[in-house]
T-cell receptor, first 113, second 110 residues
Framework: GDSVTQMEGPVTLSEEAFLTINCTYTATGYPSLFWYVQYPGEGLQLLLKATKADDKGSNKGFEATYRKETTSFHLEKGSVQVSDSAVYFC????????????FGQGTTLQVKP | NAGVTQTPKFRILKIGQSMTLQCTQD?????MYWYRQDPGMGLKLIYYSVGAGITDKGEVPNGYNVSRSTTEDFPLRLELAAPSQTSVYFC?????????FGPGTRLLVL
């Protein structure tokens, strides 16, 4: 079945460092891919998405490119801030018409001043 | 416009007790979902509904029940609480773009 694998955390960075969180997926067909962010004590918020190969999703300085050849959707940011500290989830929506999302296990990011 | 609301925010249950987690949306969308989030495990789908009167099981439905009598409400029922049901529960609504999540209910079963 469909699955998503994220790099294990926690990831600890200094402010203004470069961020990469790896995400790879297994799915039949052409899934849509998402990154969600969860700030402490809150629900999940959509950060960005991509719906077809080579699409680049971007938001708030974060970017991710849908790479079908490597089945990857890595999250990047050029210069992280303390306020980016959160848990980041990679997810996919496959061919099912039920709208179900498959989530990775989440990666905790901690940014230190 | 509240989006998705969940009540209660936090609850402690004793083993064997029952409770209902409430989820209400004002977005007028048909598809709704219940997930549980365990530490380091991501989110797992418990049940979902594609419209009033229609529900179906997700990955981890055992120990839970749902109903969907209206478009707005999608309650999740725990009949005999067990420690394994200690988790954070999220309700979500499918929008055109993706899924929109409620703030969650933290449940502790002792």
């Amino acid at each position: 079945g469909d699955s998503v694998t994220q790099m294990e955390g926690p990831v600890t960075l200094s402010e203004e460092a470069f961020l990469t969180i790896n995400c790879t997926y297994t799915a039949t067909g052409y899934p849509s891919l998402f990154w969600y962010v969860q700030y402490p004590g809150e629900g999940l918020q959509l950060l960005l998405k991509a719906t077809k190969a080579d699409d680049k999703g971007s938001n708030k300085g974060f970017e991710a490119t849908y790479r079908k050849e490597t089945t990857s959707f890595h999250l990047e940011k050029g210069s992280v801030q303390v306020s980016d500290s959160a848990v980041y989830f990679c997810a996919l929506h496959g061919s099912s018409n039920t709208g179900k999302l498959i989530f990775g296990q989440g990666t905790t990011l901690q940014v230190k001043p | 416009n509240a989006g998705v609301t969940q009540t209660p925010k936090f609850r402690i249950l004793k083993i064997g007790q029952s409770m209902t987690l409430q989820c209400t949306q004002d977005m007028n969308h048909n598809y709704m979902y219940w997930y549980r989030q365990d530490p380091g495990m991501g989110l797992k789908l418990i049940y979902y509904s594609v419209g009033a009167g229609i529900t179906d099981k997700g990955e981890v439905p055992n120990g839970y029940n749902v109903s969907r009598s209206t478009t707005e409400d999608f309650p999740l029922r725990l009949e005999l609480a067990a420690p394994s049901q200690t988790s954070v529960y999220f309700c979500a609504v499918r929008t055109q773009e993706t899924q929109y999540f409620g703030p969650g209910t933290r449940l502790l079963v002792l």
